[in-house]
Nanobody
Framework: EMQLVESGGGLVQAGGSLRLSCAAS????????IGWFRQAPGKEREGVSC???????YFQDSVKGRFTISSDKARNTVYLQMNSLKPEDTAVYYC????????????????WGQGTQVTVSS
C-alpha cells in the first residue's frame, strides 16, 4: 500500500521557519512525483510545490523565495522548508503523490498524506 506520512507542522510566529517532512512508503515505481498542497479554513486545497525530474516547481507566487522543496531519495523523503512565514500561510499542509510530472491539480493526485497543521501567528 502506498503511503505518505507528514511531520513537522506546528505553531510559529510570523517571520519564523518550519520544515515539513513527507516520508513515502509502498511505492513500487519511481514514476511518482511528490509534492505539497495546503488548505486554509474555508478555502479550496491549492498546490504549493512539487519536485520531479525537471526539478522543483512552486505553484504559488506567494511562496517563491520563501519555500524550498527538496528530496532525499535514500530516505524516500521530501522536505518543504518554509522560511519567513506569514499568517496567510496558515493551513493544513498535505503531502501528495501523482504520476510522472507535477501538475499542481488536486484531481491528478493519487495518494494523499493525512495532513499536518501549520499555524502562523501575527
Amino acid at each position: 500500500e502506498m503511503q505518505l506520512v507528514e511531520s513537522g507542522g506546528g505553531l510559529v510566529q510570523a517571520g519564523g521557519s518550519l520544515r515539513l517532512s513527507c516520508a513515502a512508503s509502498g511505492f513500487t515505481s519511481d514514476g511518482y512525483v511528490i509534492g505539497w498542497f495546503r488548505q486554509a479554513p474555508g478555502k479550496e486545497r491549492e498546490g504549493v510545490s512539487c519536485i520531479d525530474s525537471d526539478g522543483p516547481t512552486y505553484f504559488q507566487d506567494s511562496v517563491k523565495g520563501r519555500f524550498t522543496i527538496s528530496s532525499d531519495k535514500a530516505r524516500n523523503t521530501v522536505y518543504l522548508q518554509m522560511n519567513s512565514l506569514k499568517p496567510e500561510d496558515t493551513a493544513v499542509y498535505y503531502c501528495s503523490a501523482e504520476w510522472a510530472f507535477c501538475s499542481g491539480a488536486s484531481r491528478d493526485i493519487e495518494v494523499w498524506g493525512q495532513g499536518t497543521q501549520v499555524t502562523v501567528s501575527s
